[in-house]
């Protein structure tokens, strides 16, 4: 299953400081089809409670579609927030989002609202997953271990999030045999040491990352994530990014 363009997303952590019409207008034009949406910290946030047509008329005036979405943390009130997680899912289900990041502030907070929050989405046909995050609850393969098991239920999926792993000294492939196919997702940076870098000039053998990931069998997207320290030339290095992966990591080279 070799991948295309259209496997490629774009996250607005690159852009942080860009509202929702500017960076999917910028991110389009340099090539870019897929869009990775917050509900919080991006200028770019969605609002949950607003019509998600709105949000979606504007990708579309773009020829753009979410991808995946971030739902709002389950927070120490575990019933109100899985309740609030689940209308985000409903929301994003809306926007045509296959993959939502189920989120939380504790391992605790993960694990007392998961019950909850699968019930409230079952049969919305969207794949919620778990994300690793240096500095945040799981941050190593043990916090991860300790939420899946702590959760115990197949239908929560993970995200392979090869930046951040690298960050705590986890390789990917250690992720990727860790996580195995219950991997719905994968973020991917190119980095030296915790440092986000131009695609092709870091520690991280990217076209061997999505060659494991095609022989493992998975059929989902990768999301590309720029923070470098010269925040100014971040749109140049995504575009950039596309085109090292178009010719080192997707098939046909030349697409």
Known sequence: MPYTIDNL???????????????????????YRAFEAFTG???????????????????????????????????????????????????????GVGVVIYKATSRPNYINGSARY??????????????????????????????????????????LEVGHFHTMGVSWREGCDFLGDSIALVHVKDQIGPQSVP???????????????????????FVIEMEVKDTENTLRYLADALEFLKWNCLEPRHE
């Open 9 to 31: 997303t774009v996250s607005p952590c690159s852009n942080p400081d860009m509202t929702l019409e500017d960076a999917l207008a910028a991110y389009a034009a340099i090539g």
């Open 118 to 159: 699968l019930a409230g989405i079952e049969g919305l046909g969207v794949t919620p997953v778990l994300q690793n995050h240096a500095g945040s609850p799981i941050s190593t393969l043990a916090d991860y271990r300790d939420v899946i098991e702590g959760i115990g239920d197949p239908r929560m999926k993970t995200l």
């Open 41 to 95: 910290w991006a200028k770019s946030a969605l609002d949950i409670e607003r019509d998600p047509a709105e949000s979606r008329a504007l990708a579309l005036r773009h020829r753009m579609r979410f991808a995946s979405m971030h739902l709002p943390p389950i927070e120490d009130d575990a019933e109100a927030s899985a309740d609030r997680a689940v209308r985000a899912t409903a929301f994003a289900k809306a926007l």
């Open 199 to 221: 695609f092709g000039t870091g520690e991280i053998d990217l076209a061997a990352l999505f060659a494991h990931m095609d022989a493992a069998g998975y059929a989902g997207d």
